[in-house]
């Protein structure tokens, strides 16, 4: 159980008397957050004059020093008034976890208490000011004041002993989750089947841990019934029907107010139609897009959440304390925004992802003509070094490095990719939305053409194709590979801008490239830069930096594709990418014959150049 907790609430709810009781029972020492005031505050509130955030900062921040101090001693239990999420904040600068309690009671009940003690030099007329200036937690313990201070006391204690979240699913996601929120000092249930290949999980997980912050349970009931309210419950299961199965289970067990977080790679609109059905029993949903993989988890996840914005704010201060942190230490979790937004930028986020991870393979198969795998890794562990590097070029060049005996390990993996369904997702909205993400689609359909291995195989044996053994040029490659992966991201932006704008969701494309700056398997310096660049405006096409890069590096293209068609190496990402720019880029393209041919077979109608663009001509054709 945590060790600082901090009882809080409007002058006279009773934090000194429960924080007493509550320092006996616990045997941790109690201390007033009165006593830590300046001389001149003190002075200020006896002549009844209100104090300013100017005035509370010194004190805010000694009492941060006092907390941090005993949180590596005994601990303490502090009773303090805390009103504004600011002073809270504060309070807990750089402090792991802290217990809040919020002491609540009515404006009548307080007054009448307060008008009873003569030895409080908080004039009773202030009280308003006390509750104007109130924003209640979203998080923490809260207790009615109302009741007897032995009834408050252990009702506080009861809800200590409980966990502050849930995590339904300790599949490799859900376990290293848990074992991050474990290490930042929260306690967390967990939640597994007890059946077939999932046997014994909890009890492993729980002799694993050795946590005394960690509890398991394979009864749902017990489960939802270990955590404190309102309940915060992370589901790690897979996409799809089950995650509507866990949740018709859990639902009757939850009351008003909980808060359901879907953790998995859902599809956006699944998220949606939970969120608003869960809205109409007062439970909050919120679809949480998680990136980083297994270590991600375990050390630092880039964090979307969306959906449900009353029940984000309740989980925020959870999130934020296990998400990666930026280069400003800000945690790379931020609320994307209503519905299924969270899970849509997470979908986008694995369209780039498919792409970066395309181009990567195609530079392996160009580079493998003349060079070594040492050679390669080599070229992508410098490039690394610059304005390309990424976590997915680093592994890359780590993976190449890789040896089982004398082998290279790449050889013996078998050249078929898999896919879980997010990249074909993100390719199927760019569709639906009308919106050429053409490099993402390219990349699944890569995928796709890798499975067909046997007809690969026998079709093969026939090609005629010249030896060419060129060596490639370097830097033009990395000019091209700067080039596609701007346009990459740009085409993926594109996509979650045009959505945006079609769901009504006002999103930030700025802050989603700061989100995605560190924990993501996208992470890299591009999106840093893209981070700042796009604080101006939405569109990366206004931006003279991106396209000024984009004019510069297209000269390297022609040379890359030329190279490809010479070695008979298939690169459908790089070309994508070229053949977008270039159609991006021409003032007249040959779309007016598309629309001759539509109005010659069927009356489709089309606009003419020399009329009002909203009408529509039909030509009669010979
Ligand atoms: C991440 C990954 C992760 C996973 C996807 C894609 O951001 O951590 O995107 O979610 O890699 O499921 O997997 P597939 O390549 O199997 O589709």
Not at 568 to 573: A, F, L, N
């Amino acid at each position: 159980m945590n060790n600082l907790i901090v009882v809080m609430g409007v002058s006279g709810c009773g934090k000194s008397t429960i924080g007493n009781s509550l320092s006996q029972k616990m045997k941790i020492p109690f201390i007033d957050a009165d006593d830590f005031h300046p001389k001149a505050n003190i002075e200020k509130m006896s002549r009844g004059e209100a104090l300013t955030d100017k005035d509370r900062l010194p004190w805010l921040q000694a009492l941060n020093a006092e907390l941090k101090s005993r949180g590596k001693s005994d601990g303490a239990i502090l009773a303090c008034s805390a009103l504004k999420e600011e002073y809270r904040r504060i309070l807990s600068d750089n402090i792991t976890t802290i217990q809040w309690v919020f002491l609540e009671g009515s404006f009548d009940l307080i007054k009448k208490r307060i008008e009873t003690r003569s030895n409080h030099f908080m004039d009773a007329t202030l009280l308003q000011s006390q509750f104007d200036t109130l924003e209640i937690p979203n998080y923490g313990i809260k207790v009615n004041c109302e009741k007897s201070p032995e009834d408050i006391t252990n009702e506080i204690i009861r809800e200590m002993q409980k966990s502050a979240f849930g995590i339904f699913g300790i599949g490799v996601m859900g376990k290293s989750l848990a074992l991050n929120m474990l290490d930042k000092g929260v306690s967390v249930s967990v939640y597994n089947r007890n059946e077939g290949v999932e046997k014994e999980m909890v009890e492993n997980f729980l002799k694993e841990t050795d946590n005394n912050n960690a509890a398991g349970f394979t009864e749902l009931k017990d489960f939802v019934q270990s955590l404190q309210t309102p309940r915060k419950i992370l589901l790690m299961v897979k996409a799809g029907n089950v995650v509507d199965v866990v949740i018709d289970n859990i639902v009757p067990f939850l009351e008003e107010g909980d808060i359901l977080i879907d953790g998995g790679n859902s599809h956006y609109k699944d998220t949606e139609r939970r969120v608003n059905s869960l809205k109409n029993k007062q439970i909050h949903f919120v679809g949480l897009g998680v990136s980083g993989g297994e270590e991600g988890a375990l050390k630092g996840p880039s964090l979307m959440p969306g959906g449900s914005e009353e029940g984000y704010n309740c989980v925020a201060s959870y999130l934020n304390l296990i998400a990666a942190k930026d280069e400003n230490g800000n945690p790379c979790c931020n609320y994307i925004g209503p519905n299924g937004a969270g899970h849509f930028v997470k979908m986008v986020h694995n369209g780039i992802e498919y792409a970066d991870m395309q181009l990567l393979a195609e530079l392996y198969a160009l580079l493998s003509v003349t060079k070594s795998y040492e050679e390669i890794s080599g070229i992508f562990s410098k490039w690394n070094e610059g304005e390309l590097s990424s976590y997915l070029l680093e592994i890359t060049a780590k993976i190449l490095q890789e040896k089982e005996g004398n082998s290279n390990l790449l050889d013996l993996i078998l050249d078929k990719a898999g896919n879980k369904g997010t990249g074909s997702w993100s390719s199927v909205s760019a569709l639906e939305l009308g919106v050429p993400t053409t490099m993402k689609t390219a990349a699944v359909y890569a995928r796709y053409t890798s499975s067909f291995k046997e007809t690969r195989v026998k079709l093969s044996k026939d090609v005629r194709s010249s030896e060419i053994n060129d060596e490639m040029n370097i830097d033009l490659l990395e000019r091209a590979y700067d080039f596609a992966r701007t346009i990459n991201l740009q085409q993926g932006l594109q996509l979650i801008q045009s959505a945006s704008e079609e769901y009504n969701w006002n999103l930030n494309l700025s802050e989603i490239c700061r989100i995605w700056s560190s924990g993501c398997i996208i992470k890299s310096e591009k999106i840093k830069a893209f981070s700042e660049i796009l604080k101006a405006g939405n569109n990366l096409f206004e931006s003279k930096e991106i396209l000024e890069s984009l004019h510069e590096n297209e000269t390297a293209m022609p040379y890359v594709i030329d190279y490809a068609l010479k070695t008979r190496i298939s690169i459908p990402c790089f070309y994508e990418a070229y053949n977008y720019w270039v159609a991006m880029t021409t003032e007249q393209s040959s779309a007016n014959m598309i629309q001759a041919q539509r109005d010659f077979f069927g009356a489709h109608k089309f606009q003419r150049v020399d009329a009002e663009q909203d009408k529509m001509f039909h030509h009669n054709w010979s």
